[in-house]
């Protein structure tokens, strides 16, 4: 999940602020909804929140899944819940976070990398290695904060 909100400009050193971000860098104040709110810069979108969901793809989720609220927990769920649908649950269970898992998932978000190396959707994308060496520094901060 972290490497999906690095890829997708949101990380930001893993804080609670990356849950309120806008397409294209600015913040939203509230986590009662998703903001809707359309940012023209390169492109156009509405996208928010650590994941960057669209409007759509958001009401689609919370709609599958319950949810309330665009709180942080429930925008996680919502990213687990798309990263299922695009089949790569188990792959990343098995295996990690490659690759082929990168390719699957650049469907959903345009910031990962398809199997060509760039987006589906003609936006900038982080590299495949640049992705996977966070991942991996990912599990290990995972790893020592368990103990």
Do not use: C
């Not at 971000?21 to 929140?49: D, I, K, M």
């Not at 759509?56 to 919502?78: G, I, V, Y």
């Amino acid at each position: 999940m972290d490497t999906i909100r690095f890829a997708e400009g949101t990380w930001k050193g893993g804080s609670v602020t990356g849950y309120r971000v806008l397409y294209g860098g600015g913040l939203f104040a509230s986590l009662e909804r998703h903001p809707e709110v359309t940012v023209h810069r390169r492109y156009s979108s509405a996208a928010a929140g650590a994941y960057q969901f669209l409007p759509a793809t958001w009401r689609e989720a919370s709609r599958k899944l319950a949810l309330r609220d665009f709180s942080p927990a429930n925008q996680d769920q919502a990213a687990l819940y798309l990263v299922e649908r695009r089949g790569a649950l188990q792959a990343v269970d098995r295996s990690g976070l490659g690759s082929a898992v990168l390719a699957r998932l650049s469907r959903e978000w345009a910031s990962l990398p398809a199997s060509h190396g760039g987006s589906h959707y003609g936006q900038p994308v982080k590299s495949r290695e640049e992705l996977i060496s966070f991942y991996g520094n990912a599990l290990q901060r995972a790893r020592q904060a368990l103990g």
